[in-house]
T-cell receptor
């Protein structure tokens, strides 16, 4: 079956540091890949997505590239802010099916 | 506009009791999903509705869990004979059009079984 593995957290960075959160997946088909973010006290929200190999998703300064050869979808940001402190979830899903498979989340704390 | 809402926000029940959790999706969204999130883990898929019908219920853990969406809008997740292991945050999400599109999540219902 499908699975998503994220780097274990928590991750603590200083403001303006470079962020990478690793995500690898195992899939039986050709999924779309997603990063969701959950800010403190809020619900999950979609951060970015990529629907096919070599696509790059981007939003709010975050980027992730769909790498089929390495089955990865690593999240990056060049300069993090305190407001980026949240839990980040990598996930995969299929266009014609409802089920999405999530990783266990990575908690990011950014200190001023 | 209004997002996905879930009620109650918290539910404490005794082992063996029956509970119902409600989800109000975004108006006009035809797809609705239920997930369960245990502490320190990601959301785990339970069931997906397209309109009134359950298109995929492969994530329901056993026959104590059941969900309905009779009019293609509000959905209710029903858990019979609750067990302590059912304690988790139950998340609902909705999306427009085909599955696999952007899902909008509700705030969740935290269920505690004592």
């Amino acid at each position: 079956g499908d699975s998503v593995t994220q780097m274990e957290g928590p991750v603590t960075l200083s403001e303006e540091a470079f962020l990478t959160i690793n995500c690898t997946y195992t899939a039986t088909g050709y999924p779309s890949l997603f990063w969701y973010v959950q800010y403190p006290g809020e619900g999950l929200q979609l951060l970015l997505k990529a629907t096919k190999a070599d696509d790059k998703g981007s939003n709010k300064g975050f980027e992730a590239t769909y790498r089929k050869e390495t089955t990865s979808f690593h999240l990056e940001k060049g300069s993090v802010q305190v407001s980026d402190s949240a839990v980040y979830f990598c996930a995969l899903g299929y266009t014609n099916a409802g089920k999405s498979t999530f990783g266990d989340g990575t908690t990011l704390t950014v200190k001023p | 506009g209004a997002g996905v809402s879930q009620t109650p926000s918290n539910k404490v029940t005794e082992k063996g009791k029956y509970v119902e959790l409600r989800c109000d999706p975004i108006s006009g969204h035809t797809a609705l999903y239920w997930y369960r999130q245990s502490l320190g883990q990601g959301p785990e898929f339970l069931i997906y509705f397209q309109g009134t019908g359950a298109a995929d219920d492969s994530g329901l853990p056993n026959d104590r869990f059941f969900a309905v969406r009779p009019e293609g809008s509000v959905s209710t997740l029903k858990i019979q004979r609750t067990e302590r292991g059912d304690s988790a945050v139950y998340l609902c999400a909705s999306s427009s059009g085909l599955a696999g599109g952007k899902q909008y999540f509700g705030p969740g219902t935290r269920l505690t079984v004592t």
